[in-house]
DNA sequence: AATGTCAATGAATGTCACTTTCATGATGGC
DNA sequence: GCCATCATGAAAGTGACATTCATTGACATT
């Protein structure tokens, strides 16, 4: 899914005439081997040992991109900092984060989207997204 | 339940041992007398007009008394602001957000809230809170 | 009522995570 | 290869908090 996502991205740069560069490929390439749900700063380090020639605006700017593309979502879960994730088309998922190590855990539940349709259309609402997050412990920091 | 969390604020500080002074309970009753998610720029402009002398630094610390204390929550919906709700023991919802107008709309829903529980179980999570919120269009901004 | 002590206030400043600017460099259509 | 555009990155700007510190105020005590 990494080619797949490298297509979606080439295309939309080309459509948009938008020119391909050796850091858009390298941070595409880095974001997309990564875990998810990186902020820019911890992609932008983790980059830097490999390429300390990379600034941190276009780390910034390609995310941005990344988002546009629809190859990436941006998030916040109240740690201060906006985190991209992995998107895969017509794919949804929300979140367990944990409040002690930072931990996301991702699940779907098809009964809840339907409940959160149900609320919706009952006061007149048309849904454009939603974002449901559960904070707590995860099963590792419990013990 | 202007009196009630009246009360309960004051016995938060008492307890805490600080002093009640004019700035917080003319703050505390602006809050009580306002539209649910004020932001902290929102009710210093609102108790400007009346209240000149009282400064940015003071309305925020006095709310983070209030989250402190119960009676109010923080809560953010993206717009680059902190928003403070108000809150009731024992009490929760969730929020309908419109992406136009900026309305917000609160519900509850039961149901979704056992799936939660379910969910977080079946990953050995222990939840402390959790935040749902459903973005779109208000049924004023469809038409 | 005056005093003493410690918390509260608010103007100013600091912080932090973006976000934009601008001079310089790279890309790619012809 | 030329050159109109786009991209880059160091630096500066922005905005919403968050903290500092000199001064003021609350209130228990005298
Ligand atoms: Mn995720
Ligand atoms: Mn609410
Ligand atoms: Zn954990
Ligand atoms: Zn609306």
Redesign the interface.
């Known amino acids: 899914m990494k080619r797949a996502k490298k297509k979606v991205f080439a295309d939309f740069m080309s459509q948009k005439g938008l020119k391909s560069t050796k850091q858009r490929d390298i941070i595409l390439d880095c974001f997309l081997s990564s875990d998810r749900h990186l902020s820019i700063e911890e992609l932008y380090l983790k980059l830097r040992s490999k390429h300390p020639n990379i600034g941190y605006a276009t780390v910034y700017r390609t995310l941005k991109l990344f988002a546009e593309a629809g190859i990436a979502r941006e998030m916040?879960f109240?740690d201060g900092q906006t985190r991209y994730e992995h998107v895969s088309e017509g794919e949804h998922h929300d979140h367990?984060v944990?409040?002690r190590c930072g931990h996301i855990?991702e699940?779907e539940?098809e009964?809840?989207e339907k409940?959160?349709d149900e609320?919706?259309n009952s006061?007149?609402?048309?849904?454009?997204?939603?974002?449901?997050?559960?904070?707590?412990?995860?099963?590792n920091c419990?013990k």
Do not use: P, S
């Not at 997050?133 to 099963?139: D, N, P, S, T, V």
């Open positions: 916040q109240g367990l944990c409040t855990e699940f539940n009964t809840i409940l959160q609320v919706a006061r007149g609402f048309l849904i454009e997204r939603h974002r449901l997050e559960i904070y707590g412990l995860c099963a419990r």
